[in-house]
């Protein structure tokens, strides 16, 4: 009894114990730091998720986790799997159906239990055939004796052919009846002689066969030699994940079908398996149900979660948990800490790059904190951190140094650049080839598709005095436009403007970009003011949104953007006090502001000596 209560109770309570790790603040490299074992610990800013996985794994509740990509969603799947009792694992045989061909029975044996179970089969088959075969012998050697006694006393040579002939048939009779004591063996569907925990099936992008199961194809059908149905049967992801966890990441890429079968064989917790090749001859064979108790953990990026079957979805919002993974945490010494984790655990992961220095990881969370939207913040989307980390790793391989120096990553980040940054860098020489210092013309500091810290330039020309054409990237939607316009006429600005389109085609953009993109009523404001006072804005630049009452708002990416102005020799920038930080790059100046008024008082007297000469 004592054991029953220790296996059922205490058990699951002691290994969900969190491993406690004191933190090393000292360290020079990133080898003194320790390693988790288990991987739910491994998971880096994630606080509130990695709590909910918990209770989820010990109450058996399916999860969906939604966040961008990188954030650490399958391994908060694959954390659960490691939480799950290993005791209760459990093999999956098929064997024939009997007098019912195409209903092969389902059986299920403690794990690594079916082996032997087969193997008795086995035995039995094989014992069986020797039998057989001696059997056949004596008939063979039965009839020859007939034949020749005959022949030998009636001297009849009709029955020398006989007899020939009576051996031909049982020859071959013989030959079909062999194979069957073979084909009555049972078939293995789910082993798990060797597993040391649950299950984790990744069935990611599968189709539905090899997510549900499915009869094979039996060439041979028509010839009468016919395999067995239940020697064709294959399980599913489904069936694999019985005990363990099914881990679907874009589920909503699944077809309805697929969909809808995945919710009954999750909500019956067994699903039967059958041909899923319509027509075929397996989609007469129907097994008995096939246990499938997982737990389910659906992954996916924000637009996919109005794809989700709306079943699906109400069903985890009913029995289950929603985890929405975070894209930042807070700049705090503590997650500096585990950022220095991560890079460790990527070193050891990866095997092949020495590890960091402490500057070295300095500069990495450095590039964390710029490639977080929120000032004070550092980004957790930690597999694009990992590339830079790898990338840093094999710079400093190539140049046979022990350990990752501030240097290498430094070089690394200038290497990894994305396909979107080059082709940007490559189409924007051409695209706004016009000099900067011309009048009406504003470089703005954007992030656009994936890139961040853009600087592109707003350019307006003068139609008429109450007209201007708006050179600028093509995004500006009607409703920044309807605004721009109210808030121009309100400052006694321009009436009307033409857009020009010469910034990326509006075709090519999904609709993750359009989100994405940005305001650009700022920077058309400020060019704007810059026609109508006459003033020329020299190495400058703006970032920052307004709204129709007027009032600056806040900017993403601030910090890298700042730096990518930094870059490219600005020296003055407009920037939205929300964003007021500290830490700004040498020889830049910044002016915060909150209204239109501030804006144009800065442009007044900061630029107001530079007046353009028409
Ligand atoms: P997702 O499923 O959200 O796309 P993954 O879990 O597959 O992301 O993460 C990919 C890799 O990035 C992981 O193998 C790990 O190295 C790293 N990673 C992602 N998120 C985290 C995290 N929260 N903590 C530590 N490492 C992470």
New binding site residues.
Partial sequence: KVKMIMEKYISPLMEQEDELIEPILDYQTTEELPLSSKMID?????DQAVEIIKIAARQKRSVL?I???????????QAISELLPVSKLEDVIVESGGSERNVPKIKTQPAGKAAPYIRKFENEAKSSLVAFRWMMGFVYLAVLFVMFFYYFTKDEPLFLLVGFIVIGLLYFASKKLKTNPAVQIPKILVDHTNSKRAPFIDATGLHAGALLGDIRHDPYQSGGLEAMPHQLVESGAIHQAHQGVLYI?EVSTLSTESQQFLLTAFQEKKLPITGRSLGSSGSMIRTEAVPTDFIMVL?GNVPDVDKIHPALRSRIQGYGYEIY?KTTMEDTPDNRYKLAQ?VS??VR?DRKIPHFTREAVHVVIGRAKEMSPHSKQLT????E??GLIRTAGDIAVQSNAQLVSKKHVEKAMLKIKTLEEQMWMEVDKSRFSTPYSQLGMVQTLLHYKGIIGQVSKISLVVQSSEEVELQAPDWLTIGEQTKLEALLYQKGLFGKYYIQKNGMNQNDESEDDKSSREDLSLGILVASISIKKNIMLVDFAVCGHVDIMGTITGTSYFESKVKTAARQGIKKIIAPLDNAIDDIPKGMEVFWVKTVDEVEEIIVHQFGKIEAHL
């Fill in positions: 491994q998971v880096v800013g994630q986790l966040g961008e990509p990188g954030t650490g969603k399958s391994m908060l799947g990441d992954a993974t991560f655990q990527e992961k957790t989307r930690f597999r951190l990992g």
